[in-house]
C-alpha cells in the first residue's frame, strides 16, 4: 500500500514541475507528514498519509504554489498528530503554518466554554465544536484565503471515498457539507469546488438509484471521441484569433438531473433515457481570450462561427449563468448534442475556479452559522452593508446590529420612509433600515422581546438570542 502512496505522491511531483513548481519543501513536507501519521489508517485501510496526497494533488492540479501544496501535505497534523502550530512554522514557513491553522478544528481537550457565548454549550460539545470550527475556519480564511481552498479539497477527497462507511455516516457527513461548505463555496465564488462537491452529495444521497448513471454514463462514453472533435474543430477554428486556450468538460450528474427536472413532470432516476439525457446540454465549453475586451472576443467568435464553425454547431440560445452571472451560448451539432459554450477572458476563468475572498461578504464571526446560498444586501442608516439571508425580517436586522437593538425593537423604518414597520417585515436587495428602540428616561434600551418574536425571526443567531433569554426569564420564575 505504501508503495501506491509513493507513486501517487511522484504524480504529484511531476504535475508541480509542470507547473514549474519547486518541490524540495514539498518533500520536506511529505516526509514531516508521513512519520506524523505513521501507523494511522484512513477506514478503507490505506494508510492516513494517502489522503493528504490526494488533497494535495486536487490542488497541485490548480495550478496552486509550493506553500499551498505542502499545507495540503500537513493539514492534519496539527488536529491528529499533536503537532502544534508554531512548530509548523519553525520547521517551514508562516505562511503555510497559517494555511494548516485554518484548516485545524478547534482543539477541545483544553477549551475553556465562553458561558456568555450562545454557541457555545458544555453539554453538546460536538455542536459546540463543530460551530466553533467553523467561525474559526472562516476567521483565520479571511487573512489567507487558499486556506478555505485547501478545506474544500479535503472534504472533495473525503466524499469521494466516503463509501467505506455506513449510509448514515455518509448521509450526516452530506448534510453538514451542505450546511456548511457548499454555500460558504458558492458565496466565494469558488466554482470548481462547489460543483464538484456538490455533485458528489449529489450521487451519495442518490446512490441507491444508478439507472440514471448508467444511461449518463453510456451516453458519456458513446461521446467521447465527437466531444474530442468538437473540442479539436473550435481550436483550429480560432487559432488565428484571440482565444488562446479551449477547454471541455462533462457537466455533472446533478446539473444533468436537474435540467430534466425542468423538462419532465416527474421524472424518476431509474426511467431515465439516453433519449432524455440528450435533450439537455451535457457539456460545458470555456474559450479563453487574452488581451483583449469581450466585445472584441466577440467579435472574432462571431467571425470564425459564420466562416466554418457553423458547419459543425449551430447556435440556439443565448443565457446569463446562474453561477457566475456571465453570458454563454446554447450550440448543438449535427447529433443533437447539447453544449454550453462559454467566452471567458483566461484571468477570470483561473479566478472563478478556486474564488476569492476579494468583494464578497464581509464575515462577522458571530453570524458564521446563517452563511446561505441566497442573501440579500441590507444597508444601515449611515451606508454600511450588511449580508443577510433570504427570508430575514427586520428583527432579524436589528440582531444582526447588536443583540441589545435586537432586544429593544420598537419599530423599523425603511428606506427613511415614514411608516414605522413591525418587527416580522421581510427584507428586500438594498433595503436602507433604521432600527427605533425602546429606552427609558436614562437613555438605556429597554428589552421588549415578547415570545412571538420566535415565530419572526429566521436568523439562527436572532433564535438563540430570544431562546437565552426566555429562559432566564422562565428561571427567575422559580
Known amino acids: 500500500m505504501y508503495k501506491q502512496v509513493d507513486a501517487r505522491f511522484n504524480t504529484l511531483k511531476s504535475i508541480l514541475k509542470r507547473n514549474n513548481v519547486d518541490t524540495s519543501m514539498v518533500e520536506r513536507a511529505y516526509n514531516f507528514a508521513d512519520t506524523c501519521h505513521n501507523g494511522q489508517l484512513r477506514q478503507d485501510g490505506m494508510p492516513y498519509i494517502s489522503h493528504p496526497v490526494e488533497v494535495a494533488i486536487i490542488l497541485a492540479e490548480l495550478n496552486m504554489d509550493a506553500d499551498v501544496i505542502c499545507a495540503a501535505l500537513l493539514h492534519d497534523v496539527v488536529e491528529d498528530c499533536g503537532v502544534s502550530v508554531k512548530e509548523i512554522e519553525a520547521k517551514f514557513n508562516s505562511n503555510i503554518a497559517s494555511l494548516v491553522d485554518v484548516v485545524s478544528a478547534v482543539d ?281 439571508p433570504k427570508n430575514s425580517t427586520v428583527l432579524d436586522f436589528a440582531f444582526k446590529i447588536h443583540r441589545d437593538i435586537g432586544m429593544g425593537f420598537k419599530y423599523a423604518i425603511i428606506n427613511n420612509g415614514k411608516t414605522h414597520f413591525p418587527p416580522y417585515t421581510k427584507l428586500n436587495e438594498n433595503d436602507m433600515v433604521e432600527i427605533v428602540v425602546k429606552r427609558n428616561e436614562f437613555g438605556d434600551i429597554l428589552p421588549t422581546a415578547e415570545l412571538k418574536w420566535l415565530a419572526y425571526v429566521q436568523t439562527d443567531l436572532s433564535k438563540q438570542v430570544l431562546i437565552k433569554y426566555f429562559e432566564k426569564k422562565q428561571n427567575a420564575k422559580k
Open 108 to 388: 477541545f481537550k483544553n477549551y475553556v466554554f465562553d458561558e456568555s457565548d450562545l454557541y457555545e454549550d458544555v453539554n453538546f460539545v460536538k455542536f459546540s465544536k463543530d460551530e466553533q470550527s467553523f467561525k474559526k475556519l472562516l476567521s483565520i480564511g479571511k487573512k489567507n484565503p487558499l486556506g478555505l481552498c485547501i478545506k474544500f479539497a479535503d472534504r472533495l477527497h473525503n466524499l469521494r471515498t466516503i463509501g467505506v462507511f455506513e449510509k448514515s455516516k455518509q448521509l450526516e457527513k452530506v448534510k453538514e457539507t451542505e450546511r456548511w461548505i457548499l454555500p460558504l463555496a458558492k458565496l466565494l465564488k469558488a466554482e470548481y469546488f462547489y460543483r464538484e462537491i456538490k455533485n458528489e452529495c449529489f450521487k451519495i444521497s442518490n446512490q441507491n438509484d444508478y439507472g440514471y448513471l448508467t444511461q449518463y454514463n453510456f451516453y458519456h462514453n458513446a461521446n467521447k471521441e465527437n466531444f474530442q472533435n468538437i473540442l479539436t474543430m473550435f481550436k483550429e477554428h480560432l487559432a488565428t484569433t484571440s482565444f488562446k486556450i479551449v477547454e471541455g468538460n462533462e457537466i455533472k450528474e446533478y446539473k444533468v438531473f436537474g435540467q430534466l427536472k425542468e423538462k419532465v413532470k416527474n421524472i424518476k432516476f431509474d426511467q431515465i433515457s439516453q433519449g432524455q439525457i440528450m435533450k439537455v446540454s451535457n457539456y460545458n465549453i470555456y474559450l479563453l481570450y487574452e488581451n483583449v475586451n469581450l466585445k472584441t472576443a466577440v467579435n472574432e467568435f462571431f467571425t470564425a462561427y459564420n466562416n466554418g464553425i457553423n458547419e459543425y454547431l449551430t447556435i440556439i440560445n443565448a443565457r446569463i449563468g446562474r453561477f457566475n452571472n456571465k453570458f454563454y451560448f446554447v450550440m448543438q451539432d449535427k447529433l443533437k448534442n447539447i453544449y454550453y459554450v462559454m467566452l471567458m477572458e483566461r484571468t477570470f476563468y483561473i479566478g472563478q475556479t478556486i474564488g476569492t475572498l476579494e468583494g464578497q461578504v464581509d464575515f462577522i464571526d458571530e453570524d458564521a452559522h446563517n452563511i446561505v446560498t441566497d442573501y440579500l444586501r441590507v444597508r444601515t442608516r449611515s451606508g454600511e452593508i450588511r449580508y443577510m
